[in-house]
Each structure stands twice: as C-alpha cells, then as structure tokens.
Nanobody, 122 residues
Framework: QVQLEESGGGSVQAGGSLTLSCVVSGYWYRHYCLGWFRQAPGKEREGVASIDSDDIAWHAESVKGRFTITKDKRLQIQGLKPEDSAMYYC?????????????????????WGQGTQVTVFS
C-alpha cells in the first residue's frame, strides 16, 4: 500500500513563489511515474509536471519555465499567476517504465494525495 501527502500550499501574491512537497510512504516501486496535477473549480484536472523512476522530468507547456519538479518529488513554483490557483495533487502510476508527457491522464494513476490548495492574489 502506498500513501501520499501534499503540503506547501497557501495564499500568495501574484509573482510569488511556493514549493509543494509530496511525501510518499509505503512500498516504493522500482518503476513508476509521479505526477503533479491541479484542478480549479469548474475545470478538468490538469497534469502540470511529472518525474519517472529514472528522474526524467516533464513540465506542461502552460507552466514551463515557472514550475520545476525535483528529484525528491517537490514542485517548485515561481512567478505565480492568478490562473495557477487550484488544488494541487501528487499521484503515482506504479509499474510503468516512464511518464506520459502531455498525454498524462488522471485515470492512469493508482495512488493520490488529498491535495494542497494554492491561491494566488493579484
């Protein structure tokens, strides 16, 4: 069994920075994709970044240059915009050789955290 817990969200002025953490407990699979998703009210859950078990990272075009996923699964965010406001989730797709890039879909992922809220004020 795997458990994930996100932390680091909060209310931030536009242009500010946050670092979101994803703490994983339980069995750590040899092959996996760890993804960060966000979901704003009335919108679909959107993949923003991922890293696989070989530490190969991917970032969505909408956040590229501002969001960075680290080898320890943190999501470093700078230059926050109001449109970044959302609930942010980390998730694991187990027993896969790599991530999916822009084809990453929430339904692929086996384990999810409860989310951490990011609110950006202009």
């Amino acid at each position: 069994q795997v458990q994930l817990e996100e932390s680091g969200g909060g209310s931030v002025q536009a242009g500010g920075s946050l670092t979101l953490s994803c703490v994983v407990s339980g069995y750590w699979y040899r092959h996996y994709c760890l993804g960060w998703f966000r979901q704003a009210p009335g919108k679909e859950r959107e993949g923003v970044a991922s890293i696989d078990s070989d530490d190969i990272a991917w970032h969505a075009e909408s956040v590229k240059g501002r969001f960075t996923i680290t080898k320890d699964k943190r999501l470093q965010i700078q230059g926050l915009k109001p449109e970044d406001s959302a609930m942010y989730y980390c998730a694991i797709d187990r027993q896969v050789l790599g991530c999916y890039g822009r084809d990453m879909r929430p339904s692929f992922f086996d384990y999810w955290g409860q989310g951490t809220q990011v609110t950006v004020f202009s």
